[in-house]
Antibody, heavy 121, light 110 residues
Framework: EVQLLESGGGLVQPGGSLRLSCAAS????????MNWVRHAPGKGLEWISA????????HYADSVKGRFTISRDNSRNTLYLQMNSLRVEDTAVYFC??????????????WGQGTLVTVSS | QSVLTQPPSVSAAPGQRVTISCSGS????????VFWYQQFPGTVPKLLIY???KRPSGIPDRFSGSKSGTSATLGITGLQTGDEADYYC???????????FGGGTKLTVL
């Protein structure tokens, strides 16, 4: 059974940083691209970033490019999202998600339960 | 403002059929396959359709997907009150190589 467990969310002031982690199990992590998607209160889903494997090629939404960094440690089956220069509008539940097959980059079939990031002074 | 455009809401009676549209452009829907998610309040999204018209195991054939040009459509037949949820379309945008979602459509089963 695929399991994705996010951690690292919390309350941070504008301009601050957080690092989210997503521990994966139940599948061959190395074979799949992984994504971060967020859901802000009262708004729709927003794709944030993806990282492929094994080439580790990364992609970012314009809203986070230059501030967020996605990475993965295939030896630890863990996905990361380093978030810098956080803004109030980054407040959301952040989900990590696994792609449905090694051939896909953003089509995700398994999601973690999400971790809440609140940016507020 | 989402890259993909969905109607904010749709409604239909139990047992009826409803369609949800998703409009994009030549660089996203026009070039790549589409997926659809169902999301109930406070829960994680559930993949309903991938590769435009394929259903993951466990998804009933009441749900279907199609695409024509730069628009995609999710169809749901035999509507049930349990289908009331938010529905999101998504795809890859080849220029500038990013994932994109629609703004979501709230389905009400009257």
């Amino acid at each position: 059974e695929v399991q994705l467990l996010e951690s690292g969310g919390g309350l941070v002031q504008p301009g601050g940083s957080l690092r989210l982690s997503c521990a994966a199990s139940g599948f061959t992590f190395t074979n799949y691209a992984m994504n971060w998607v967020r859901h802000a209160p009262g708004k729709g889903l927003e794709w944030i970033s993806a990282i492929r494997s094994p080439d580790f090629r990364t992609h970012y939404a314009d809203s986070v490019k230059g501030r967020f960094t996605i990475s993965r440690d295939n030896s630890r089956n863990t996905l990361y999202l380093q978030m810098n220069s956080l803004r109030v509008e980054d407040t959301a539940v952040y989900f990590c998600a696994k792609t449905i097959s090694p051939a896909h980059t953003v089509t995700c079939d398994s999601w973690g339960q999400g971790t809440l990031v609140t940016v507020s002074s | 403002q989402s890259v993909l455009t969905q109607p904010p809401s749709v409604s239909a009676a139990p047992g009826q059929r409803v369609t949800i549209s998703c409009s994009g452009s030549s660089s996203n829907i026009g070039k790549n396959s589409v997926f659809w998610y169902q999301q109930f309040p406070g829960t994680v999204p559930k993949l309903l359709i991938y590769d435009t018209n394929k259903r993951p195991s466990g998804i009933p054939d009441r749900f279907s997907g199609s695409k024509s040009g730069t628009s995609a459509t999710l169809g749901i037949t035999g509507l049930q009150t349990g289908d009331e949820a938010d529905y999101y379309c998504g795809t890859w945008d080849s220029s500038p190589s990013v994932g994109v979602f629609g703004g979501g459509t709230k389905l009400t089963v009257l």
